[in-house]
Structures are given as structure tokens and as C-alpha cells.
């Protein structure tokens, strides 16, 4: 990929993690970390989608990924449980 496209991304990304702790009012709660997170996890997973390394050494990455939004998604609040 050009290096236009992965500063454009990145600009992207630091756009949404400024507004993402803009909206943050009430402190870090565990909705907040859910959504920082997933957040953090999708830019990730952006960056390593327009990096030169090669898709088949990116299985690794992408299922440590997968595994952490897993886990995030399935936090629940203490009056749900």
C-alpha cells in the first residue's frame, strides 16, 4: 500500500481515540473500556491489514485479536450477573 493511504488511516484513528476520550464524561468504566478496546483492537487490526507483511504470517496476530474481542464483548455488568 502507498504511504498516503497508512497516514490517512492513521489519521483516522487518532481522530477517533481523541473523540472517543472527548465523549469519556464519567471516567473509565467497564462500557468505556469495552468500547477504548474494541476501538483499540479494529485500528490494529487496520494497521496490520495495510502493512507489506505478508497474510499468512498475520494468522497469529489476527487470532490474539479475535480473542481479545472476544473476551471484551462478553463483560458483563455486575447487576447482569
Not at 481522530?15 to 464519567?26: G, S, V, W, Y
Not at 487490526?45 to 473476551?71: C, E, H, K, M, R
Amino acid at each position: 500500500m502507498s504511504d498516503i493511504t497508512i497516514y490517512i488511516v492513521a489519521g483516522i484513528i487518532l481522530l477517533a481515540f481523541i473523540l472517543l476520550f472527548a465523549k469519556m464524561n464519567k471516567g473509565i468504566g467497564t462500557f468505556n473500556l469495552k468500547v477504548f478496546g474494541i476501538t483499540l483492537v479494529a485500528s490494529l487490526a487496520s494497521i496490520l491489514v495495510l502493512s507489506d507483511i505478508p497474510q499468512t504470517n498475520l494468522t497469529a496476530a489476527f487470532g490474539i485479536l479475535g480473542t481479545i474481542i472476544g473476551y471484551l464483548f462478553g463483560i458483563k455488568s455486575k447487576k447482569d450477573s
